[in-house]
């Protein structure tokens, strides 16, 4: 075990002798950053939500793009950049041993062509990102296999669903937060296989139940206590969630009720000697979060399935094994280090957008292709004969940032070599920031473009009630109270969509009072942060410990699993 100074925040952090094992086996270094500002590296490359016009670089039209007008990249319509109309291997250049290797590469980064966005098989979907097998969505990202599903992330077959985040296998639902397997179920987290329901917590097989936590195959509850049928229904309509007031009046009295219940340590489920939080059927997985299942012998990653062996990942998985650093790294690769956004690679090197390719250096673009260095094509000895020597010049003639920071052969990419900046970025999502402290910590900050919308309506004259509401009401421009947010990414105004208001009147729920962006980023305060403390159960008596994503400062009631268990089982 080595303790280190974090050259970035400048906190100590421990290697243990298991990571040394892993970087042994990779042949890297290890780490210069703490895990923690290793995270905030990656996600600084991942731009799921910031969407802009810019004109396509090859045709010269107007297309929806992740890239911000003002990045110095070019950019191609994402059906031409998937064509034969170019070849990423034209724009190769040698590699300059007078220069440290992430010039070189920010050089070839501002000449490539990179696609428009990262959609596949997107049916009537052209306002979203990271999707795939996407029909009539809208406002979606990082999602897959949905259909008319609108401002959502991380959705996984849905259909019919609005205002979600990672949830999966749900139909008809609306604002709910990790859960999975519902049906008519909103304003609920972490719940799974329930219908008919409001307001659930960590509950499973519930049937028309409102504002209930920890509940177990029931149904006609209300705050937990068990009513008939009749009692039950008369109580829903005297509820009713399509008043705003009432609405609000609701989720006060019930963000203090589920205080006085256990909170289960971590949502470690099905999982052997894992450490985290939102871990499925994996084992040997260790501070990572949102693990889906499958995964095995891999540390401070999160977002993944189906692999093994990785460290320091955020999407990653889908038959994959040996990776680190890098972000969005799937289907069937291996051996991938330092990596953005490639699928089906093998023995890859500080690569981005790079697909079913292998032995790359330093690449960009690069489809079914192998043995490149900056994009220029070596024969396998050539390359093989060069790569030993590109290593070692990258620690003799490192890179140094802005801030002081010094980028040797095992560093991810430099942050300032990002096509996104800061607030562009899910960084910004899961470790929020606001503008000085964006700049004065060495990132980028760019301004969104202007929005010279007209508003016609103020949030606060909206009908109370969504029985009051018109059909006219699809054509205001509504205010959004948090008046342009840079934590929020507040875009100032917004519209209430025709499906959506019948979505809406449907369910007899109230209209929205906020952005999109700024609706995302309360279901995002709802999930714990990807981080943990080291703690102990609160149950009376007990001596158990554990690692757990709940700050010690939070005032819920905190169990080990066999505490929660033993009360709520």
């Excluded at 009539?136 to 259909?147: G, I, P, Q, R, T």
């Excluded at 977002?303 to 889908?318: E, N, P, R, S």
């Excluded at 994959?320 to 089906?344: C, P, Q, R, W």
């Excluded at 279901?523 to 007990?542: A, D, V």
Aim: proline content about 4%.
């Amino acid at each position: 075990m080595e303790t280190k100074i974090c050259q970035n925040c400048h906190n100590d952090f421990i290697i243990e002798p298991e990571d040394f094992l892993f970087y042994e086996k990779i042949k890297v270094p290890p780490p210069t950053f703490c895990p923690e500002c290793r995270m905030i590296r990656r996600l600084t490359w991942r731009n799921e939500r910031s969407l802009f016009k810019r004109l396509c670089d090859f045709s010269g039209e107007s297309i929806v793009t992740m890239f911000h007008p003002e990045t110095n990249v070019k950019v191609y319509d994402r059906d031409i950049w998937w064509s034969d109309k170019w070849d990423p291997k034209d724009y190769g250049q040698d590699y300059d041993f007078s220069k440290p290797f992430f010039e070189q590469y920010k050089e070839l980064l501002s000449k490539v062509p990179l696609a428009s966005v990262g959609n596949t098989n997107c049916v009537n979907s052209p306002y979203g990102n990271h999707n795939a097998e996407c029909k009539n969505c809208y406002l979606v990202y990082a999602s897959y296999l949905n259909e008319d599903v609108m401002y959502s992330q991380g959705a996984a077959s849905l259909k019919n669903c609005i205002d979600t985040y990672s949830i999966m296998k749900s139909e008809q639902c609306y604002e709910d937060v990790l859960s999975g397997f519902l049906y008519k179920t909103h304003f609920s987290y972490d719940s799974n296989e329930s219908v008919d329901s409001w307001f659930l917590k960590t509950c499973i097989n519930c049937q028309d139940c409102v504002g209930c936590m920890n509940l177990r195959s029931k149904r006609y509850c209300f705050l937990n206590k068990q009513y008939k049928k009749d009692e039950y229904l008369k109580l829903i309509e005297e509820l009713n969630f399509g008043s705003f007031k009432s609405l609000i009046d609701f989720k006060e009295k019930y963000k203090n009720f589920v205080l006085k219940f256990p909170h289960r340590y971590a949502g470690v489920i099905k999982s052997v000697n894992c450490t985290g939080d939102n871990i499925l059927n994996s084992k040997n997985v260790k501070y990572s979060f949102d693990i889906y299942g499958d995964i095995e012998d891999s540390k401070f990653v999160a977002h993944g399935l189906g692999a093994k062996d990785c460290y320091d990942m955020y999407g990653f998985g889908a038959g994959t094994f040996l990776l680190y650093e890098g972000v969005d790294i799937a289907i069937k690769g291996s051996s991938n280090y330092f990596g953005v956004l490639n699928h089906g690679c093998i023995n890859t090197l500080y690569t981005y957008m790079c697909y079913n390719s292998k032995n790359l250096f330093g690449c960009i673009g690069i489809r079914k292709g192998g043995y490149c260095i900056l994009n220029k094509q070596y024969s396998k000895e050539e390359y093989e004969e060069l790569l030993p020597k590109i290593i070692r010049h990258m620690s003799d003639m490192p890179y140094i940032d802005s801030m002081g920071r010094v980028y040797k052969y095992g560093e991810f990419f430099p942050t300032e070599l990002s096509p996104f900046a800061y607030n562009e970025t899910i960084a910004q999502e899961y470790f929020s920031k606001n503008y000085n402290d964006i700049i004065m910590q060495g990132y980028i900050y760019r301004k969104s473009p202007e929005r010279n919308y007209k508003i016609t309506l103020k949030s606060e004259d909206l009908p109370d009630n969504i029985r009051d509401v018109d059909n006219g009401i699809i054509n205001e421009i509504i205010s959004c109270p948090n008046n342009g947010s840079e934590l929020t990414q507040c875009t100032l105004a917004f519209k209430i969509m025709p499906e959506e208001l019948s979505f809406l009147k449907y369910h007899n729920i109230s209209l929205p009072r906020y952005c999109p962006n700024c609706r995302h980023y309360e279901r995002l305060s709802q999930r714990n942060p990807l981080k943990l403390w080291h703690r102990k159960c609160m149950k009376e008596g007990c001596n158990n410990e554990f690692e757990t994503s709940y700050a010690p400062e939070r005032p819920e009631i905190i169990y080990c699993e066999k505490c929660y268990q033993n009360e709520v089982i």
